[in-house]
Each structure stands twice: as structure tokens, then as C-alpha cells.
């Protein structure tokens, strides 16, 4: 065993403590961030546990998130606001149900093409406000909710979006930040 002074062990301990206390801190942020988005990809059964309903709701769970992040936790707000964005818009063109099955209220965040598309993930063309259900089938039903973008807007309008969704988005952080106060202002006026 190593010989260690007092004064080392003390630093140790401090910095375990450290580590913790930000451990702790992150867990939280992701929490609300979670909550603020409302939107599971995992479990549509366990979406009373996913946070508020209605964007209104969403958007001061969103407003109470106070903390500095870096790119990664931009990407991340950028999500949850154009999550909340996107319900509120739906909401104004479509009412309170989710326009995709009519049967449930507006729960979350529906995106046509996969967010790993970078280059469509923030894109209102993508998007609409839907319920959890239509949300987690569209994982294993995709086809459906095409047929349902082509009817609604038409088969130009998806092959364009398909297309977009096929170049390669780089966003340089400075591009992200811009976006996000876009969106920030919109939901917030
Ligand atoms: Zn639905």
C-alpha cells in the first residue's frame, strides 16, 4: 500500500465530493430537460410519467431550466424547445388532439424521419405535435405515418423532405446558438 499523507486524502475526498455534487447536478438538469420534453421514444405505455401535457405546460418546465451548457446540452435544449415549439404550432393549426390519430391529446414531438438525420431534426417540415402512441409506433410503422405526410402535404413536399434529409447537416456551434435563439423568441412571444 502506497503511503498517503493526510493532506491527500483530504484532496481525494474533496474531489469524490466534487464529483458527486456534479454527478448529482447532471442527473437533475436531465430530469427537467426529460420533463420539459415530454417525449419518449422507449415505452408509450409510461407516458404519465413523461412530463406536462400541454405545451404550455412544457414551455414553463422548459423556462425553468436555468443552467450554462456546452454543445452537447445545446443540442439538447435545442431539442426540447423545438419540441415545445412544434406542439404549440400544432396545436394552433390542428386543436388539441394529436393530428396523426385524433384520438389523444398532443403529447410530444413527432418527427417523419429519424432525429439521427441531422439535417431534418430541427426542421419544421419534419415535425409535428402528436401523441405518445403515434410516436412509438411510428419506430415499427413508419410506413403509416408516410402515407399520412403525402396525403396531408403532398408527395412533392416528402420527396423534398427526403431528400434534405439525405445531405450531410455539419451545424457549427455558432449555427446551433443562432437557431436556438430563432426559437427561443418564437416560443417565448
Ligand atoms: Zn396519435
Not at 94 to 103: E, R, S
Not at 113 to 122: A, D, F, G, L, P
Given at each position: 500500500m502506497p503511503f498517503i499523507t493526510k493532506s491527500e486524502f483530504k484532496a481525494m475526498k474533496d474531489k469524490i465530493v466534487q464529483k458527486k455534487a456534479k454527478r448529482l447536478e447532471n442527473a437533475e438538469f436531465q430530469r427537467q430537460v426529460k420533463y420539459a420534453v415530454g417525449?419518449?421514444?422507449?415505452?408509450?405505455?409510461?407516458?404519465?410519467?413523461?412530463?406536462?401535457?400541454?405545451p404550455e405546460k412544457a414551455k414553463n418546465a422548459y423556462l425553468s431550466i436555468k443552467r450554462r451548457i456546452g454543445r452537447k446540452g445545446l443540442i439538447k435544449k435545442l431539442d426540447v424547445l423545438f419540441s415545445i415549439w412544434i406542439r404549440m404550432k400544432t396545436k394552433k393549426e390542428?386543436?388539441?388532439?394529436?393530428?396523426?390519430?385524433?384520438?389523444r391529446p398532443l403529447q410530444c414531438c413527432f418527427h417523419f424521419?429519424?432525429?439521427?438525420?441531422?439535417?431534418?431534426?430541427?426542421d419544421e417540415a419534419n415535425a409535428i405535435g402528436s401523441c405518445h402512441s403515434c410516436n412509438f409506433e411510428n419506430e415499427f410503422n413508419q410506413a403509416k405515418f408516410i402515407n399520412w405526410y403525402q396525403k396531408r402535404f403532398g408527395l412533392a413536399a416528402w420527396d423534398d423532405l427526403f431528400f434534405k434529409s439525405n445531405q450531410i447537416a455539419k451545424f457549427s456551434t455558432a449555427v446551433l446558438q443562432e437557431k436556438y435563439k430563432e426559437l427561443k423568441t418564437l416560443v417565448e412571444r
Open positions: 417525449n419518449s421514444h422507449q415505452d408509450a405505455s409510461k407516458s404519465s410519467a413523461n412530463g406536462p401535457r400541454s390542428y386543436g388539441p388532439m394529436c393530428p396523426l390519430c385524433g384520438k424521419i429519424t432525429r439521427s438525420k441531422h439535417s431534418v431534426r430541427w
